[in-house]
């Protein structure tokens, strides 16, 4: 079992900038993916960014150049650097853990973020 616990999110003005952090605990030796995904008011969840073991990075079109993913070698954080933030960015974001068991993903409680023009 893994436990993702989330900060960082807040309210700020289009061109801001946040800095979202994820903190894992548990057994999390077999982690081989953790990342950040979002999800807007009557919208479906969409992913913003991944990073792999190996530190492979997949970012959603819409944040890339904006958004830097970033973790330890351990998997015991993985943070999200918000850069020229954008009312379109307003969600809820929420960090994922993925193990090499392709049934066994976690997902923290999510953390709000809004973005005012």
């Known amino acids: 079992q893994v436990q993702l616990v989330e900060s960082g999110g807040g309210a700020v003005e289009s061109g801001g900038s946040l800095r979202l952090s994820c903190v894992a605990s548990g057994t999390t030796f077999s982690i081989i993916s953790m990342g950040w995904y979002r999800q807007a008011p009557g919208k479906q969840r969409e992913l913003v960014a991944t990073?792999?073991?190996?530190?492979?990075?997949t970012y959603a079109n819409s944040v890339k150049g904006r958004f830097t993913i970033s973790r330890d070698n351990d998997w015991k954080w993985v943070d999200l650097q918000m850069n020229s933030l954008k009312p379109e960015d307003t969600a809820v974001y929420y960090c994922h853990a993925q193990k090499i068991i392709t049934t066994m993903e976690y997902w923290g409680q999510g953390t709000q973020v809004t973005v005012s023009s």
């Open positions: 990073i792999t073991r190996g530190s492979g990075i």
